[in-house]
């Protein structure tokens, strides 16, 4: 699956990274708890939040995240968008809740992986 492909599903608009949409994804870690992303997100994953701060951009980046998506309609500031973008991350947002987004993409094929 790809960037796009989970784009699609969500319905989410992309607030940064349009250029990286062909990206492959892996898996998808669905959580506000960087610590529970730390300890369970694998590498080429997707992740699904709705804590818009710095943190999220740096576990992004610590863990090889392809793509992060803000659910429940939050917007990111600009200033994580320019943190994302010097990252070369892609970033989006649904108005969907967290279960629903992860669901939906679980039901597409994309898996959690394996603990």
Do not use: W
């Not at 992309?14 to 669905?30: H, K, N, P, W």
């Amino acid at each position: 699956m790809t960037a796009r492909d989970v784009q699609n599903i969500l319905g989410a608009r992309v607030l940064t990274g349009e250029e990286f949409l062909d990206r492959e994804v892996r898996s998808a870690c669905g959580s506000d708890m960087m610590s529970d992303v730390l300890a369970f997100s694998k590498d080429h994953s997707v992740l699904l939040t709705g804590l818009c701060n710095p943190q999220v951009i740096r576990t992004a980046e610590m863990l090889d995240i392809v793509c992060l998506i803000f659910v429940r309609g939050k917007k990111p500031d600009e200033t994580l968008i320019q943190m994302a973008k010097d990252r070369d991350l892609i970033v989006m947002e649904t108005g969907h809740r967290m279960f629903s987004s992860c669901g939906m993409l679980y039901q597409a094929g994309l898996g959690g992986g394996a603990i």
